[in-house]
């Protein structure tokens, strides 16, 4: 490559590497706003197998392992993140997410700290978000996956309160968990 395309390319390939290491919250089409210092990526990049203990499951197979028996459709990849997460909608239940995200801590990203608890499901830890998208009817639950790794279940209720959706996500979260890899 010559010099003017070599310095195009590297300030193309550093740019999109800043765009994936910056963490924003927000809205769809809104104005997005910085997560803050934890929710930013971490400084070094998962570099063997046992570092990603994610890889190679798929957020829609497992979304749809876990909601088996219960009428929901396929799910299909999320509009917002269709690489980790896949949604699946059902009449009357609302919208059902999962994502799968090797290198992401469970306890980072909180868009609504205010309205964040501390728990677990089965043994391992994760926190409820009640509204964090700022609407009636929404929760997210996310597990710990070692090494910081998660899995975050999100429910949007069509019609129910966010207690409802909280405990609908509560409930996808322990199905969800039973099909994550092993912390050790």
Do not use: W
Request: hydrophobic share 35%; with cysteine; aromatic share 4%.
């Amino acid at each position: 490559m010559t010099g003017p395309i070599r310095g195009f390319v590297t300030f193309v390939g550093l740019a999109a590497l800043a765009c994936a290491l910056t963490a924003c919250d927000g809205s769809v089409g809104g104005n997005p706003a910085p997560a803050g210092p934890a929710a930013s990526a971490s400084s070094s990049a998962p570099t063997s197998q046992s570092d990603t203990p994610l890889a190679g499951m798929s957020s829609c197979k497992t979304l749809d392992q876990a909601l088996t028996g219960q009428g929901f459709p396929p799910s299909t990849p999320s509009i917002a993140d269709p690489e980790h997460a896949c949604d699946t909608q059902k009449e009357g239940f609302g919208v059902f997410s999962l994502g799968l995200q090797d290198g992401e801590a469970y306890d980072t990203s909180i868009a609504n700290p205010a309205k964040a608890s501390a728990g677990s499901v089965r043994a391992r830890r994760a926190i409820l978000e009640r509204e964090p998208t700022q609407q009636t009817g929404v929760c997210a639950v996310s597990i710990e996956v070692k090494p910081e790794s998660r899995a975050t279940i999100a429910v949007s209720s069509s019609r129910g309160t966010t207690d409802e959706a909280c405990t609908k996500a509560r409930t996808l979260a322990s199905a969800v968990e039973l099909l994550l890899p092993k912390n050790t």
